[in-house]
């Protein structure tokens, strides 16, 4: 149980593009989904916490109109990186919880890189 | 605020040693603790947590933790690890969003 997916696995693209990437939850309803963005050898860095048929709570320091989040159902939610520049490059995780919001599964991860 | 230390950034280990990889918070507040663990390219797994209760706390693939509060630590072990066990291994304390500690790189040497 308590199974995420995250797709694409690994997407590639020129900069100046926009790239989606979806979050579900496979077995469970998500109340809450959060996005992390990692960096090679360095912990995992929360962007955002979003909850279904709301608007995302963003981090200090992270764009908005950059990092567009929509969770439009209580299974998926998906990240879109608008106009993504080489900085964008990263790995870019997401979690969900269910009613017990202390323990967060996590997806596989999305490999990001921006030529 | 919430922080977490993970005061060793690679652990090198010979296979069937034992291991700890050791864990620090600070909160003014109660905490929920965990312990992910992370193979190459892909996302966290829950290894254990300690919510409330049971200060040794027993999670997957043999791994165990101690929650000792005096002094604020929440250290992961395991007594005999194996070459599968090579990962990186993420501290955490949720106290309202989850905190991550910088990883510790788990080496397991044949």
Redesign the interface.
């Known amino acids: 149980g308590a199974v995420?997916s995250?797709h694409p696995s690994r997407v590639i693209c020129k900069s100046g593009t926009s790239v989606k990437i979806e979050c579900r939850s496979l077995d469970f309803q998500a109340t809450t989904m959060?996005w992390y963005r990692q960096f090679p050898?360095?912990?995992?860095m929360?962007m955002a916490?979003s909850n279904e048929g709301s608007k995302a709570t963003y981090e200090q320091g992270v764009e908005k109109d950059k990092f567009l989040i929509n969770h439009a159902s209580l299974t998926l939610s998906t990240l879109t990186v608008t106009s993504a520049h080489p900085e964008d490059s990263s790995?870019y995780?997401c979690?969900a919880v269910t009613g017990f919001q202390?323990?967060?599964?996590?997806?596989?991860?999305t490999?990001l890189l921006v030529l | 605020a919430q922080s977490v230390t993970q005061l060793d950034s690679q652990v090198p280990v010979f296979e069937e040693a034992p291991v700890e990889l050791r864990c620090n918070y600070s909160s003014s507040v109660s905490v929920?603790l965990?312990w992910?663990v992370q193979y190459p390219?892909?996302?966290?797994?829950?290894l254990l947590?300690y919510?409330s209760g049971s200060t040794l706390v027993k999670g997957i693939n043999g791994f165990e933790a101690e929650f000792n509060k005096s002094q604020t630590s929440f250290h992961l072990r395991k007594p005999s690890v194996h070459i599968s066990d090579t990962a990186e291994y993420?501290c955490a304390v949720?106290t309202g969003?989850?905190i991550?500690?910088?990883?510790t790189t788990l080496q397991v040497k044949p």
């Open positions: 995420v995250q959060f050898k360095k912990s995992l929360l916490t790995f995780i979690s202390e323990t967060q599964y996590f997806g596989p991860g490999r | 929920y965990f992910y390219n892909q996302g966290l797994q829950l947590k919510l993420f949720h969003k989850l991550f500690g910088q990883g």
